[in-house]
Each structure stands twice: as C-alpha cells, then as structure tokens.
C-alpha cells in the first residue's frame, strides 16, 4: 500500500495546460436512460488537482498547480461547444471534482448554466464526499437534468481501502441516496483489475459484484474501466506484483454479464483499449464489439478469432 507521498513522489512530469482552455473534447453518442441514442459532447475541463491522490489515478496529469480563477471554466466550455456540434447531453469531466471550489468557483455556476441552456442533460464528475449543498444549487441553476458521475472502484473489501480513495462503500451508498432524493441522476465508475487484486477470475468476479452493488445503490448507469499503468506508483505496483493488467478478454466477460444482470446501462471505456489487446489480429473487430454493445446495451455474438483462438 502507497500513502499520499510515496504516490506523489512516483509521478512523471505534468502535462502543459491552459487555464482558459480545456485540455480536449469530443463528440461522441451514448444510449440514453429512455433508450435513445443521443448525441454527447464532452468537454475535459483543465483545473486544480483533485484533492483525494487515489493510487491508480492519471488525470492529475493534465491539470494546474493552482487553482483556476472565476471565468476560467465558463471559458473553456465556450471554446469546446463552439467547435462542437449540436448534441442533448453534455459531459464536463473535470480530473477532480465538480463540487471542489478549488476546481470551478461557484460564482461560475451561473455562467456555466447559461452555456449549457440547450442540453436536456448535464454530466459532471464528483467525489462521493463532496455531493452535498453545492449540488443542489448547480442543479437548480440548469435547465436541463443534472447527472453525477462518481468513483465506487470496486467494492472488494481488502482493495478499496488501499486505493487512497478516502470512502466506503457506505459513503457511496449515502451519496447516491442523497442525489436521489434531491431529483439527480448518478452513474459510477468501476474499475477492472485494480491494484492489490490479482487474480483474473476474481477480478471478473469483483467487478461485476461491484457493478451490481451501485445499481442497488439507485445509479443509473455503470462505466467500467480497464485500470491501466502511467501514473508512476501502478508501475511500481506492477513490479511488485501487486497489479495485473486486465485482458480484452476479461473485459468482455465483465460486460457480458453486467449487461445480462439488467441493473441498468452499462459502458466501457474504450480508451487506449489497444495496451490491453493480446492479439493484433482481431482488436479492431472486438473494438468494434464492445463499442456495438456500448450503444446498443444488448450482447453481440462473440468475435472468433482464428489467430488467438480465444
């Protein structure tokens, strides 16, 4: 286990960012809650560093020594949604925390409400610590519907706690519950193959326990994500033997079966899926598998490859 120093210490060099600019967007189309397919853009803001140094994180990487100044944030979601076309739902990932003042001012509420006026949904990021008045007062400022993203990880009692993550299960649990009573939507993110769970089989088997969990929780959507190397301390991890990188393979198995327990939508991240194939012969083709079955939420028949055999 790596305290908040040793995790520190670990890091490479940050990437150069902009404080009125965000680092990148995009636009992309996700299955919506009614079951349509809708059009997203998605702005990744540039801020201050989350305060919670969780051990398996890189985001901070592309984020400031300080804190952004008021009019910084409403300027770099006018600069994406002016480059972005028209779309119903609006992502602002944000490497920390929405609710962070450190973050975005909430003197900016206001302004970054006005700017996200034609959106029938908002999505931001949070801690599950921070879901509190902050949230109540962004959402009576939009028009549209507000959604929290949230970090569960994994539920798996021995792992959680050594994330550096600072929560419980319980503390995620009283957050969605909170949200929920206060008309706000959330989804979770779940990791695959986090550190200190090396076991292939166990870590299918977490993942889709912790997927089930957050949907008894009230989410309406689960996002899982291949827990990768490049932060500094999950190389180290990794040389020690305390983290396995996940397969393709068992990503599919995760999400096959997340999708059958019909809890609700479930996403994976297909982000830098290419470190994580085994077999250069048919990694386009389950690419293009799991992203069928991000927006379609249904199981498509399996990819057979004659090359892996798998």
């Known amino acids: 286990m790596l305290d908040t120093s040793e995790i520190i210490d670990l890091r490479p060099r940050r990437n150069k960012v902009r404080p009125d600019r965000p680092y990148h967007f995009l636009h992309e189309r996700e299955r919506g809650p009614d079951g349509g397919l809708k059009e997203v853009n998605t702005v990744f803001l540039t801020n201050s560093e989350c305060p919670f140094k969780c051990v398996m994180c890189d985001l901070w990487k592309n984020t400031l020594k ?6 910084d944030i409403p300027a770099q979601i006018s600069h994406a949604l002016r480059r972005l076309p028209q779309a119903r739902v609006v992502k602002l990932y944000n490497n920390g925390n929405f609710f962070d003042r450190q973050a975005v001012p909430p003197e900016d509420y206001e302004a970054i409400a006005r700017l996200l006026s034609g959106y029938e949904r908002v999505v931001i990021e949070n801690h599950p610590k ?20 949230m970090g569960l990880e994994t539920i798996h ?21 909170f949200l929920a009573q206060n008309n706000i939507d959330t989804r ?11 076991d292939p089989a166990e870590n299918i088997t977490w993942a889709v326990k912790s997927v089930e969990f957050a949907f008894r929780c009230g989410v309406s959507a689960c996002s899982i994500i291949p827990t990768r190397t490049g932060n500094g301390a999950m190389e180290k991890l990794q040389q020690e033997g305390h983290y396995v990188p996940p397969t393709i393979a068992a990503l599919e198995q995760v999400f096959e079966q997340a999708l059958r327990s019909d809890g609700g939508r479930v996403f ?8 994580f ?25 399996p990819v057979q490859c ?3 055999r798998q």
């Open 66 to 71: 300080e804190p952004v100044q008021p009019g």
């Open 130 to 149: 921070l879901c509190g008045t902050g949230c109540l007062a962004f959402r009576q400022l939009l028009s549209g519907r507000l959604e929290i993203a």
């Open 157 to 177: 009692p021995g792992v959680l706690p050594k994330l550096n993550k600072q929560i419980t299960t319980e503390n995620f649990a009283e957050a969605a519950s």
């Open 188 to 198: 979770a993110f779940i990791l695959l193959n986090p550190p200190f769970l090396t």
């Open 268 to 275: 994976v991240d297909l982000w830098d899926l290419k470190r």
């Open 277 to 301: 194939s085994e077999c250069d012969h048919c990694f386009e083709e389950r690419k293009q598998r799991l992203d069928q079955m991000n927006r379609k939420q249904q199981v498509s028949p």
């Open 306 to 308: 004659p090359q892996c």
